[in-house]
């Protein structure tokens, strides 16, 4: 089974400053991992994704990640955040044998940056 | 052009009611989903179709049948709604069942149940 962690449940942080949203996930097969951020009455949009390769992912508005083997984790990072970030962002995780629509959702975290 | 689009956006109903939410993609995707996100926003599977057959059943209570016309449209109806169904309800599609291209998600409906 597929588990994934989102240590922090809310971040707040002030605008222009860094922001690094924690991700853990566990599995006992090679695992693919998205991170997806939710706007306020949206749905989930993708953010980046990791299949293989670099372990260092760009995604799209500034974020990137790294995916970390050993440490079985997958944090998202962006240098220096706006306003307009504020959202709900979800890690998931799956692999070969599922696909992306059986992925297993973190419980989200939900930025809130401020002026 | 919407890619995955779900309606009604909004759905308010009292307790014992039967309702549908409709989805059509046109991004013309295989696989479809109904997804849902509790007041927690923690977010679960519920179905999924592939090719108008379904593929993916979760524990869910069969007051809930998906139906899928053809591969672009999959609804939801909800006999006798219950208080504890009141979520928001996400449909997504993406290009087949194995597919690790990330999901399409509609931009959901909320269920409130009164």
């Known amino acids: 089974a597929q588990s994934v962690t989102q240590l922090d449940s809310q971040v707040p942080v002030f605008e222009e400053a860094p922001v690094e949203l924690r991700c853990n996930y566990s599995s006992s097969v090679s695992v693919y991992l998205f991170w997806y951020v939710q706007y306020p009455n949206q749905g989930l949009q993708l953010l980046l994704k990791?299949?293989?390769?670099?372990?260092l992912v760009k995604g799209i508005n500034g974020f990137e990640a790294e995916f970390n083997k050993s440490q079985t984790s997958f944090h998202l990072r962006k240098p220096s955040v706006h306003i307009s970030d504020t959202a709900e962002y979800f890690c998931?995780?799956?692999?070969?044998?599922?696909?992306?629509?059986?992925?297993?959702f973190g419980d989200g975290t939900t930025l809130t940056v401020k002026p | 052009d919407t890619a995955v689009s779900q309606t009604p956006k909004y759905l308010v109903t009292q307790m014992g009611n039967d309702k549908s939410i409709k989805c059509e993609q046109n991004l013309g995707h295989d696989t479809m989903y109904w997804y849902k996100q509790d007041s927690k926003k923690f977010l679960k599977i519920m179905f999924s179709y592939n090719n108008k057959e379904l593929i993916i059943n979760e524990t869910v209570p069969n007051r809930f049948s998906p139906k899928s016309p053809d591969k672009a449209h999959l609804n939801l109806h909800i006999n006798s709604l219950e208080l504890g169904d009141s979520a928001v309800y996400f449909c997504a599609s993406s290009q087949d069942p194995a597919s690790l291209r990330p999901l399409h998600f509609g931009n959901g409906t909320r269920l409130t149940v009164t």
């Open positions: 998931a995780v799956s692999d070969l044998r599922k696909g992306a629509g059986k992925s297993t």
């Open positions: 990791y299949l293989s390769g670099s372990t």
